[in-house]
């Protein structure tokens, strides 16, 4: 059974970094599509970031692009997204999701299989 477990979130002002974790486990990922994506409060769910896990390609939001990064640890099994330069409006509930569909797009969360329960990002301006 596939797990995603998000940790990382946290209050932070404005210019500051966060650092979140998705800690995968109950599959091989290495051809697995990961993605993050968050949702504000009263928004749509939105893609910021994703690749292969055995990839080099990623994939960014332009609202995020430049700022964040995502990476892994093959080791720890576990998916990274670096923040950067916060801003008010990177406040939401950031998820981690995965699939085996790696024909899909990076930016489509209904072509993920498997999501995380999320963590919150809160940045005060």
């Known amino acids: 059974q596939v797990q995603l477990v998000e940790s990382g979130g946290g209050l932070v002002q404005a210019g500051g970094s966060l650092r979140l974790s998705c800690a995968a486990s109950?599959?091989?990922?290495?051809?697995?599509?990961m993605g993050w994506f968050r949702q504000a409060p009263a928004k749509e769910l939105e893609f910021v970031a994703g690749g292969m896990w055995s990839g080099s390609s990623t994939y960014y939001a332009d609202s995020v692009k430049g700022r964040f990064t995502i990476s892994r640890d093959n080791a720890k099994n576990t998916v990274y997204l670096q923040m950067n330069s916060l801003k008010f409006d990177d406040t939401a509930v950031y998820y981690c999701?995965?699939?085996?569909?790696?024909?899909?797009?990076?930016?489509?969360?209904?072509?993920?299989?498997?999501w995380g329960q999320g963590t919150q990002v809160t940045v005060s301006s």
């Open positions: 109950g599959r091989t990922f290495s051809h697995y599509r």
């Open positions: 999701a995965a699939s085996p569909d790696y024909s899909s797009s990076y930016s489509s969360g209904g072509s993920y299989s498997y």
